[in-house]
């Protein structure tokens, strides 16, 4: 485990293999009726509250002043409640592996946002990476969803908000991260401010009698929440270690994850020319990766 904590590249893969697993989950869960808006919360909530006993059983206490309240429910908003929603509303249009995909456009939205407000300078072999893997994703996004079913510009639209999302959310976590807050801390309330917004929306749309739903499908609930728990200690974790910048590369591991899961388990089907994109961004990412390591 400390070797992993340590290691840009071992949380990298950790942290997008765990992320990659939300997509098939989240699938399973929409179609099988719970609303995208409670099953965000689950995540949340169950990340949150299953890190916070851990933090109290090790004797640390949460820092609540206003510089972390504020850090929590700005963190909270850009970064997890409004991609999983788009990212769950988007999934039973998508499906897993191509929604997936959409990760990959992050990294060069968050080098874009980076560099125009001098958060982050990567290596040009950095910059050569993310560029190699945007074509990839650029030839993926031209496929439009799985081969039996294209999809709809619509949700094509939809799923190309969350990588905006992401970057956005990537890119403030740095700037404003605070000083004497360390990443478990972090991921605690930012999980938990985003728990506190959703199940807002969620009652607010009158959807909160879907949770019974919940009930029909424990296992998958305590998975989910199992595989949030531990990804989201990781992912601020990386976020300290690699920067913004490097942490974006999740959405390259967890893409493969999901279009191999959606492929082997879920029935999904995709053109030869969306694995040719999957094999060009493997080699962007293997390049920001040796990049980093430079560094």
């Known amino acids: ?6 290691s840009g590249i071992a949380l990298l893969i950790v942290t997008g293999a765990l992320l990659g697993l939300t ?12 609303p995208p808006l409670l099953w965000s919360f689950i995540i949340s909530f169950g990340a949150g509250s299953v890190l916070l006993v851990t933090l109290l059983a090790s004797g640390r206490r949460m820092k609540l002043d206003r510089q972390n309240l504020r850090y929590f429910f700005i963190a909270a908003a850009i970064s997890y409640a409004i991609p999983n929603l788009l990212m769950f509303t988007a999934l039973p249009h998508l499906g897993a592996g191509y929604t997936g995909l959409m990760f990959t456009l992050s990294p060069v939205v968050t080098l874009v946002m980076s560099l125009s407000l001098r958060v982050s300078r990567p290596s040009r072999l950095g910059v050569a990476g993310i560029a190699i893997g945007f074509v990839g ?35 403030y976590r740095t700037f404003d991260w605070p000083r004497a807050s360390g990443p478990i801390e972090l991921a605690i309330g930012s999980h938990l401010a985003a ?9 607010a ?17 305590l998975a989910q929440v199992a595989a949030s728990s531990a990804m989201f200690a990781f992912f601020f974790r990386l976020q300290s270690v690699g920067g913004p910048v490097y942490l ?13 899961s959606g ?3 879920l029935g999904e089907s995709y053109g030869p020319l969306t694995w040719v994109g999957g094999l060009i961004i493997l080699v962007g990412v293997t390049l920001t990766t040796k990049a980093q390591r430079g560094n």
């Open 248 to 260: 974006s590369q999740i959405g390259y591991v967890a893409a493969a994850v999901g279009l191999i």
């Open 263 to 265: 492929t082997l388990f």
């Open 205 to 221: 749309t009158g959807q909160t009698a879907s949770a019974s739903l919940l009930a029909d499908m424990p296992l998958l609930v």
């Open 23 to 34: 997509l098939p989950f989240g699938k399973l869960a929409v179609e099988a009726g719970v």
């Open 195 to 203: 728990a506190l917004i959703l199940i807002v929306l969620t009652a």
């Open 137 to 171: 994703a650029l030839l993926v996004a031209s496929t439009r969803g799985q081969a039996d079913r294209p999809a709809d510009l619509l949700w094509i639209g939809v799923g190309l908000l969350i990588p905006v999302f992401l970057a956005a959310g990537n890119i």
């Open 1 to 6: 485990m400390k070797i992993i904590w340590n």
